[in-house]
């Protein structure tokens, strides 16, 4: 195969901190790729749905004659993976080393394979929540049910919650949607995520739900500086403690801070956890005064206030 020259390669990337930091390296970023390439490349994830989906859309998008790679670690399952495709898509190749695996496929001139249709679905929303109606998609966070920890936190939100409101790392939208609804007075809630496609299926779940008109959405990464410095009287977050497979709370630290420095002087910040979490640390660096208000065998639900400004 050729060596692909950096100007030649277009990225499609939809975390925020990650399409920055492509574009920074002089990259060619998209949200979304919608040009023919005589070549692709897929980076496969540890969700086979959302691996199918993209390989469908890139092989739509892939010229005749053109190739499309594959590439993914041995922990994901990629082996198997590849057998799967196999069976729908002749593999013309493929190496592995240092526990990762490439294959690849050739899309011929006449007559190529076709994806099957279920693979385009898995690149769309659709409901794939078990006896819930909200849009969601493979891949992004707790994709195939309600996540348990935020459904916790809905049901012990505070009687009074007014003013500026955040909702830091609001995934498809389900806790914002449980905010909207309890405080029907409520006139500003800022959703933050770096996941575009979460964001995107938020504002598809809160259209459905008609409750857009007092929400905003921002496609914002939270491992950076804080959105709106001396904002909001109240940030509601379930943050994230994953960085792929790898626990790693210095990222729910980081929203800890950056909530601290986006609330007013007198705003709280209210969060729910898994109980083994460590944050009552950073809570007690950045607040002056933290409390328990619900705890669960699995969960707790931590309120912060009085930021200290440094
Ligand atoms: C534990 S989930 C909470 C999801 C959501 N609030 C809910 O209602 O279930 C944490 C969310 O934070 C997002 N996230 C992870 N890293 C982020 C970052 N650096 N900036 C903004 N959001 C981030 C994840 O994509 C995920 O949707």
């Not at 690849?104 to 001139?109: D, I, L, P, Y």
């Not at 007075?185 to 933050?192: A, T």
Request: net charge positive; aromatic share 10%.
């Amino acid at each position: 195969m050729d060596t692909v020259r950096k100007e030649k390669l277009i990225c499609e990337q939809t975390i925020k901190g990650d399409f920055d930091e492509l574009k920074r390296a002089g990259f060619q970023t998209v949200t979304r790729l919608e040009e023919k390439a005589d070549m692709g490349m897929c980076l496969l994830t540890k969700h086979k749905k959302e691996n199918y989906g993209n390989i469908a859309r890139a092989w739509d998008l892939l010229s005749p004659g053109g190739t499309l790679l594959c590439a993914g670690s041995n922990d994901i399952g990629v082996k198997s993976f590849e057998k799967n495709v196999r069976k729908e898509i002749p593999v013309s190749g493929n190496m592995h080393k240092n526990h990762c695996r490439v294959f690849w496929m050739k899309k011929e001139e006449v007559n190529p394979a076709l994806c099957p249709e279920e693979w385009s679905s898995f690149n769309r929303p659709g409901k794939y929540i078990k006896d819930a109606d909200y849009f969601t998609r493979p891949g992004i966070f707790c994709w195939e049910k309600v996540d348990k920890g935020s459904a916790f936190l809905a049901e012990n939100l505070p009687r009074k919650v007014k003013g500026k409101v955040a909702d830091f790392g609001s995934g498809w939208g389900y806790l914002s949607h449980h905010i909207l609804e309890k405080y029907p007075e409520l006139n500003e809630l800022d959703l933050y995520e770096d996941e575009l496609l979460a964001l995107d299926v938020s504002r598809q779940n809160l259209e459905q739900l008609k409750l857009t008109e007092r929400a905003k959405f921002h496609w914002y990464d939270l491992a950076g500086d804080p959105p709106r410095p001396d904002h909001y009287n109240w940030i509601i977050s379930n943050p994230p403690f994953h960085r792929s497979a790898r626990t790693d709370v210095s990222l729910g630290i980081k929203f800890i801070e950056n909530a601290a420095r986006s609330l007013k002087r007198s705003g709280s910040l209210l969060l729910v956890a898994n109980r083994q979490l460590p944050y009552e640390k950073a809570l007690g660096e950045y607040f002056k005064k933290t409390e328990r208000l619900a705890e669960s065998p699995e969960y707790k639900i931590l309120l912060a206030t009085v930021p200290i400004k440094r």
